[in-house]
């Protein structure tokens, strides 16, 4: 039930201590003082404040005379406060949700209304490059768990008055924040009302995992199709270069990633290196990337078919028939494979980093080596699974790897129990799994393929030079 703060100062704090419950919490400070001979409190909590000028304010407080004090509690927020932005609370809800964001909040006998001075810090870690989004050559700073270093890092890169940060917040109890970062000149006004809209219908407890807690709210009934529709990204140069193209960028508090909106196919196959290196070395890697994508769909699925008819294979690609002896079908050692390399992963994540190069040796002499040996696998099973798994590791979608994934899995399964129509089945399932995806504004997913738009496909398969692709 949300309460109105009174001018009574022995009122306000008996409300403050009622919400609050500073006795049992250790880390909510109360600091009771006097200014100009009146009643005054601090409520801060321990940690999310800058020390010094906590000191610094409230040695101005102690010159200031009764003769000297403001009638009024916007008239001392303008006048006495020397440091940080302040804000008149009334409102208990309001005043709640500013204190546990860190704001420091301030109830002096005789107002009516709470001063907020805004002076919080956040524990935070060093900005430094992300592990999955690595570049040869440009920018090696990151986003990190503080969102007002995330803007920082945005802002820097476009100093432009367009460039608009609004703020909301969605969890009812974690009351986290969020910003819609986007160029007002450049945003589809109707799409970005859309995104405003969901984010204001979001009624959820609280965005435990973030940005995927974010993505589940913001699409809430599209879970079966596994292809993604956001795309993540921990790099400022990438979420700069998307707000520029005319994308909805947004953070979240306590997360280091991004989302960009709306998402595409092609956009979710591009790489900052694609930009950071000469347009002929950024097409080459944007279509060898595309080609490798394809070919990790469609190899072991293709490769299954013909064994299964080995007379349509030209006496050139006759090697790629199995000679040594099958124990076990070559169907099952693909799925065992499949899972296997999963495991690997997680393996690999659980492991300290000390332990992980003898771990990989140790996978490596047994799956490679005393695997095949045991007749549990076949060398050319292991062959094809082995580029499989690099490939997955050929783009930056952790999510599109495994939509790729969950397809392959689908076209092995349909072409072993179904042959050549099972294994066209699965084809048309997959592109109908990309054909019949939406991205959140409406537009198709493998646009500018479907629908087509020429100019546009071919500056997202060729990497042109970056100053024919300025905006007016």
Known sequence: MTTQ?????????????????????????????????????????????????????????????????????????????????????????????SLLSGVPILIIDGYAQAIAIDFRTYPARSIEEPSKEKVLRGSKDGFVETIVFNTAL?????????????????????????????????????????????????????????????????????????????????????????????SIVLLVDNSPSAIILPTTLFELTEEANDYYLPPVTG???????????????????????????PQWLPDALSFVIVKDEIHIPVLLQLLILEFAIDGMKLAAMNTPEMLSTPLSVIAGIVLGDFASKSGWFNPETMLYMAFVAIANYAQASYELGYA???????????????????????ILLCAAAVAGNKTLSGTGYLYPLIPFHGKELLRRLFRVSLTNTEHQ
Not at 406 to 421: D, E, N, Q, V
């Open 5 to 97: 703060l009174t001018s009574d100062f022995t009122q306000n704090q008996q409300l403050m201590d009622q919400i609050f419950h500073p006795q049992l919490s250790y880390d909510l400070m109360v600091r009771s003082f006097t200014i100009a001979e009146r009643p005054a409190c601090f409520y801060l909590i321990d940690g999310l404040h800058k020390d010094d000028i906590l000191e610094k304010i409230m040695d101005s407080f102690f010159t200031i005379t009764p003769a000297d004090m403001p009638s009024t509690a916007q008239a001392f927020s303008r006048l006495m406060i020397p440091y940080g932005e302040t804000d008149l609370i009334k409102d208990s809800d309001e005043l709640t949700t």
């Open 154 to 246: 945005i802002r820097r890169r476009i100093r432009s008055p367009q460039l608009v940060m609004e703020i909301t917040s969605a969890g009812k109890s974690s009351h986290t924040d969020i910003v819609l970062s986007y160029m007002r000149n450049r945003t589809d006004p109707q799409f970005l009302e859309n995104i405003r809209k969901r984010l204001a219908e979001i009624s959820v407890d609280a965005l435990t995992m973030n940005c995927e807690s974010l993505a589940e709210a913001l699409c809430p009934h599209h879970w079966i199709n596994p292809f993604p529709k956001y795309k993540y990204t921990e790099r400022p140069d990438t979420a700069a270069a998307a707000i520029l193209e005319g």
């Open 283 to 309: 097409t080459y890697l944007r279509l060898s990337r595309l080609a490798v994508n394809i070919t990790a769909l469609i190899l072991t699925p293709t490769w299954l078919l013909f064994l299964r008819y």
């Open 404 to 426: 790729l994934k969950f397809m392959r899995i689908i076209l092995l399964i349909s072409t072993g129990a179904f042959g050549i129509y099972g294994y066209l089945g699965g």
